[in-house]
């Protein structure tokens, strides 16, 4: 499909999912206008947790390929900007394991923002951020959405991306209006993440770490972030059984039993208070299969599919989504159903057999929670050799 130049996109949030369906909308619109509500200098992107704290992200090699394969040099960017080349080998839980090979990347989401939004804005003259904004509603005429409402004023557009991640605002807007809510599958994993910062030496060797209690319903991880920091976060499940103190959130740690662990929480100063995120379920969102399909409307990120964040395979999921993007705005045009349909099918194949195995979807009953990280990862990269076929 020809480029159409008289064409104008909108995203709304600018989270990892926003910023990279922008940059595949960026070859095929003449303008893209992306609006986030929080300030860049507040905040740039995703809320941070409850304390103010970034969630640290590590970036596996098949991650990075996808975000190259977008952005080319943006691996670079991210070592010069201070992210840790750590080894995520498979090696057994409770090992220290020093690491010496640029393999994975860990750096807190904020830097991956940062980086992602200064080489699309460098790049791609015509994409624009509008930061401060909130968009309040997705405009209809008739069946199709036509644009969003923010601050006051309309704003018209070809198409509209919902990436305003897990409450997919715009969808839940344009559903009160009237468009056919999508079949959504959701599980409850009522889990609960704790992250806290410490000071790391510059010198200290660069090691990543995952503990594991099963049964006790506990996952520890421990990465070395920018800025000389580890960021050491505990999931736990049931929520309700999460340390709510920074000396019950080292006992907690210390009972994995994990020596690297333990050195931080022990040993290291603590650089911020205890951060704060939950995630009652998980929901994928399949506007494809409805009786009226959405029109002029794409789901992105966790507005299409949320992942357990411990899973570390978010931004994967949001790469391949603009991959999928990318690939249905080359055979379909802009303004058509067409386009969302072919779109939502793809992505959803994308996300949907990890989100199932992950989330437990096909046996809830009988599958051991702790379990389910390693099988999405198993399952993502599994996508994406297919996908490089
Ligand atoms: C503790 C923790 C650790 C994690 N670790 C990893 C990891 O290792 N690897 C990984 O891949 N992922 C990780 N994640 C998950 C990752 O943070 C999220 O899944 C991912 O950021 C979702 O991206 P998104 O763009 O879909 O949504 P979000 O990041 O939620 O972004 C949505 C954006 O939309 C904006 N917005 C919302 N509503 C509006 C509106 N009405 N108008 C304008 N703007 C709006 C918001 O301000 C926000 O910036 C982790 C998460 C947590 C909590």
Not at 159 to 178: K, Y
Not at 271 to 290: D, E, N
Request: charged share 20%; hydrophobic share 45%.
């Amino acid at each position: 499909m020809t480029t159409r130049h008289e064409n104008h996109a909108v995203v709304v949030g600018a989270g990892i999912a926003g910023l990279l369906a922008a940059r595949a909308l960026s070859d095929h619109v003449a303008h893209v206008t992306i609006l986030e509500r929080t300030r860049v200098d507040d905040a740039v992107g995703a809320a941070p947790t409850a304390a103010g704290l970034w969630p640290a992200c590590t970036l596996t090699p098949p991650t990075l390929a996808l975000l190259e394969a977008r952005m080319p040099g943006l691996a670079g960017d991210l070592l010069r900007a201070g992210a840790v080349p750590v080894a995520r080998d498979g090696a057994p839980s409770n090992a220290y394991r020093p690491v010496d090979h640029p393999a994975t990347l860990a750096l807190t989401e904020r830097l991956v923002l940062d980086t992602v939004r200064r080489r699309l804005l460098h790049d791609h003259p015509n994409v624009s951020v509008h930061d401060g904004v909130h968009a309040e509603r997705a405009l209809l005429t008739g069946r199709r959405i036509t644009g969003v409402s923010a601050a006051g004023a309309a704003m018209n557009a070809d198409l509209v991306v919902d990436a305003t991640g897990r409450g997919a605002q715009l969808l839940a807007s344009a559903i009160e209006d009237g468009v056919e809510a999508p079949t959504a599958t959701s599980v409850v994993l009522s889990m609960d993440y704790r992250t806290r910062i410490f000071a790391r030496s510059a010198t200290a060797v660069a090691m990543a770490s995952t503990a594991r209690d099963a049964r006790g319903g506990r996952v520890a991880t421990l990465a070395p972030i920018e800025g000389d920091r580890w960021a050491v976060t505990l999931g736990t499940w049931p929520a309700r059984t999460a340390p709510t103190t920074p000396a019950g959130f080292s006992a907690a740690i210390e009972t994995l039993g994990d020596p690297a662990l333990a050195m931080v929480v022990d040993g290291c100063e603590p650089r911020s208070s205890l951060g704060h995120a939950t995630l009652a379920r998980t929901r994928l969102r399949r506007p494809h299969l409805s009786t009226t399909p959405l029109d002029g409307l794409v789901l992105v990120g966790d507005s299409l599919c949320t992942l357990d964040p411990l899973a570390g395979v978010s931004v994967r999921s949001a790469s391949l989504q603009a991959h999928m993007l990318a690939a249905a705005l080359s055979q379909h045009a802009v303004v058509s159903p067409e386009l969302t349909a072919a779109y939502h099918r793809w992505a959803g194949a994308a996300v949907e057999r990890p989100w199932r195995e992950g989330s437990g979807a096909a046996t809830v009953a009988s599958r051991p929670r702790a379990q389910a990280p390693a099988r999405v990862a198993r399952s993502l990269a599994r996508l994406e050799r297919s996908l490089a076929r």
